[in-house]
């Protein structure tokens, strides 16, 4: 009897405890310390769609180059009445092997979420943190140029 009491007592605060969580929120662009962030020297990328376009959410847009502990990430993204159409990469770590490895799993994984979410709200990558986080910063300094 004693032992039930203690299991259910164990389980009951386990389940507290878990539900005292809070769900992962992504934090704000230039955010906290242990957050990778761009570099304040990096120049201001600008979209290669016209004035006009931007207003109207058309056209190829570069996002700010985010460094990152192993390397630089960049994208540019498509978007085509405002919505994303398909997101390049145009920087990402590959100073060695497993770089390589993370990027060549971790990348096209971003970009399908990103297509699928329409946002830079996405999820990141499992063993890609610094990588999908990154990959998020720059997507969002394209899509804020895009709405600007």
């Known amino acids: 009897m004693r032992r039930a009491v203690v299991a259910t007592t164990g389980i009951s605060a386990l389940v507290v405890t878990l539900l005292a969580l809070k769900p992962h929120q992504l934090p704000a662009l230039g955010g906290g310390s242990r957050t990778p962030s761009a570099s304040s020297s990096s120049p201001r990328a600008t979209p290669t769609g016209t004035a006009s376009d931007a207003s109207t959410g058309t056209g190829t847009f570069t996002g700010d180059p985010v460094d990152t502990r192993y390397g630089t990430v960049q994208v540019a ?8 159409s398909a997101v390049k990469i145009l920087q990402a770590p590959n100073q060695n092997g497993r770089d390589q490895e993370i990027s060549s799993y971790a990348l096209p994984r971003l970009t399908q979420e990103a297509l699928d979410a329409q946002s830079a709200h996405i999820d990141a990558v499992s063993g890609a943190s610094y990588t999908s986080q990154g990959y998020m910063q720059s997507l ?7 709405h600007a």
């Open 77 to 84: 993204a498509t978007l085509t009445r405002g919505k994303i």
């Open 140 to 146: 969002q300094s394209a899509l804020d140029q895009a």
